[in-house]
């Protein structure tokens, strides 16, 4: 049986969160989708071709994240 391996976005996307403290949570806050369905796409278990978890959509939210928490910090 064949392992199917996440996507390759989700690496550095999954890096970045880290690097800057954003959780699966905080992720799916900010999409206004389920954590759970946030963890199968990064994993690779569903593959969004629109909506709120398109790798543009989770790169953009995570963006936005970053710059929320500047702000706060600021």
Known sequence: MTEKLPPKWTGPLVGKMHNNGIDLTDLADELRVNKSYVGMV?????????????????????????????????
């Open 42 to 74: 990064l994993n690779g278990e569903r593959s969004p071709k629109s909506g709120a978890c398109t790798p543009d959509s989770m790169k953009a939210a995570v963006d936005r994240l970053i710059e929320k928490r500047k702000e706060v910090g600021a």
